[in-house]
């Protein structure tokens, strides 16, 4: 039923004729005037490794305290105010925005030296279905479709289901995902550089575990690609 109306909303309400995060006409464009202004784009100055907001254009300190396993990481947006409306739609119903996303990050990958290949965050079937689709997924194949590389699908396997990590510190999250991944392809990927795609970067526990399944299972090197990031703020 859920796929019934969402087919129904978007039929009638087309994603080019309304604004994705107030609903008002557009005729044009994702978002009105009035909602572009609540979406922050992740402009510089940023982490060199994590890609994220910073008040200089040098490597944060908690980059420094804990070096992250993937080489480099960019996103499109800051994970506030509309963004975050965007990104909770896209995960609950509106896949659709895929293709909105996957435009942002494309002029952000450019910064990136080429991958051989993309791979994504998975998610347990149970998770699916439920939600019918992996957003993450999803983003990986609008973005394959525009600078043409070679998705592995279900390259990396979700294999336990995980208490929800919204709440969670990033120690906890560390703990929560401890075993919770598996590469399957590993011949796919063996001596490789592997672009990962998922939806935000938080505290970066998620993509850190993926990472270091795939360079355990042989591939040359990690990038990462999301939609938003937190901005990183000193602490005191």
Known sequence: ?????????????????????????????NLCFSCLKKVIYNCAPNCPICGR????????????????????AVSALIYEN?????????????PYLKDYF???LVEKLAMMPE???IVYVPMTKRAVRKREYNQAELLAKSISKRIDLPVIKNCVLKIKETAEQKSLSRKERVKNLKGCFKV???????????LLIDDVLTTG????????????????????????????????
């Open 205 to 236: 526990a998620t993509a850190e575990a993926i990472t270091e399944k795939l360079l355990k299972a042989g591939a040359d090197s990690v990038y990462l690609a999301t939609v938003a990031s937190v901005e990183y703020k000193l602490k005191g």
């Open 53 to 72: 907001k910073n008040v200089i254009s040098e490597i944060c300190m908690e980059c420094k305290a804990n070096a992250p396993k993937f080489k480099k």
């Open 82 to 94: 509309g963004s975050a409306v965007l990104i909770a739609k896209f995960k609950n119903g509106h």
């Open 1 to 29: 039923m859920k796929r019934i109306g969402r087919f129904l909303s978007e039929a009638l309400f087309p994603s080019s004729f309304t604004c994705d995060i107030c609903g008002v006409e557009t005729f044009g464009g």
């Open 102 to 104: 996957a435009e942002l």
């Open 115 to 117: 991958p051989d290949c």
């Open 184 to 194: 399957e392809k590993a011949s796919e990927i063996k001596g490789k550089k592997v």
